[in-house]
């Protein structure tokens, strides 16, 4: 499964009311990690596909979200699970690192 676009539209159905784990990537296509991440990204989202969620928030798009969250850097990547976050990190990472988030 690709990445999901979520937006404050979407977002209950695609994330609160999700039947498996959902990481988000609150991202800007201005953001220099960001856009380091994403290959990696795409990566786990193809590895753990079934089984984890993954969700793409652009901030500039999405601030309330965004606000919701608290997100203050980017790239902030959340895990949701059964409504709740369960863990979240910010800023570039390596691929070990973000690979946790999925297991």
Do not use: H
């Not at 609150?26 to 969620?53: H, Q, R, S, T």
């Not at 969700?55 to 895990?79: C, H, M, R, S």
């Amino acid at each position: 499964m690709a990445e999901i676009k979520i937006t404050a539209a979407n977002f209950q159905e695609e994330v609160l009311k999700s039947d498996i784990p959902v990481v988000l990537d609150f991202w800007a296509a201005w953001c220099g990690p960001c856009n380091m991440m994403n290959p990696i990204i795409e990566e786990l989202a193809a590895k753990y596909d079934g089984k984890v969620k993954v969700g793409k928030i652009n901030v500039d798009e999405e601030g309330a979200l965004a606000a919701q969250f608290g997100v203050t850097g980017i790239p902030f990547f959340a895990l949701i699970k059964n409504g709740g976050l369960i863990n979240s990190c910010v800023g570039y990472r390596p691929k070990a690192d973000i690979e946790e988030l999925f297991k």
